[in-house]
């Protein structure tokens, strides 16, 4: 299983929200490269950016910043943040990232997003099926930052992606993220079983080591890390190790 810790980066300075709410804010580091060389020098082999004002806004609004990360990181930069168009896409790939996270266009106009998938290759880009939990124990895909449900469950969500058309999907239980209350195991065994084609990454609630050992077991991909490793709570060496 591949660690991704993460960077989530507002104005440039490394923070992080609970529940991807921007009013619950905690700012962590206000040089994103000495966090960047903290991750290298324990030899991560990915890194997970996040463009919060780019997820704010409906556009990238760092990806000159990211750029300059990607070119002195050793490790590959996945990154994301009000990804909604071709131009938006091929922007993050000149920067330099390995691969651009798709979150709400992936809902909401799922045929051009395929259509990405083809042109720019499906392990360039990173399916973002942020979730909100519902009263009746399903799954409302949400959009914009999260800042709201679309009406469109996960599972529908999956199914616009058939086998072959996508290879890497990120999953955030938005109610855990930030909260380090573990990530929701019975969301991710399903996810397993409902699509076996597909590398899975699973954000939202790490809090330890055993919670990697635990994703790992049941045949999850990889995983977002950021307050976990930021509050001290996670050691990223065996972190890192648990892959």
Request: net charge negative.
């Amino acid at each position: 299983m591949i660690l991704y810790p993460a960077i989530d980066l507002i104005e440039g300075e490394c923070v992080r929200l609970e529940q991807g709410r921007f009013d619950a804010v905690t700012k962590y580091d206000s040089d994103p490269f000495k966090r960047l060389d903290l991750f290298n020098a324990e030899f991560a082999k990915w890194v997970h950016i996040v463009d919060l004002d780019g997820a704010k806004a409906g556009s990238p609004q760092q990806h000159e910043l990211i750029g300059r990360l990607a070119a002195v990181s050793r490790a590959k930069i996945q990154t994301g943040g009000g990804v909604r168009s071709r131009e938006h896409v091929q922007t993050l790939l000149d920067a330099g990232v390995s691969a651009v996270v798709v979150g709400s266009a992936a809902v909401k106009t799922p045929e051009e997003v395929r259509n990405w998938l083809k042109d720019f290759g499906k392990d360039r880009i990173t399916l973002a099926l942020d979730v909100l939990p519902t009263k009746d124990g399903g799954y409302d895909a949400a959009l914009h930052g999260w800042v709201e449900g679309s009406g469109i469950s996960l599972w529908d969500v999956l199914d616009y992606y058939p086998v072959g058309v996508a290879q890497r999907i990120l999953v955030t239980d938005v109610s855990r993220d930030g909260m380090l209350q573990g990530p929701n195991m019975e969301l991710m065994k399903a996810l397993r079983k409902a699509r076996p084609d597909l590398d899975i990454q699973a954000s939202g609630g790490v809090r330890s080591v055993e919670d990697l050992y635990d994703l790992k077991a049941i045949g999850i991909n990889g995983a977002i890390v950021g307050k976990a490793i930021y509050e001290g709570l996670i050691d990223l060496k065996a972190a890192i190790n648990v892959g």
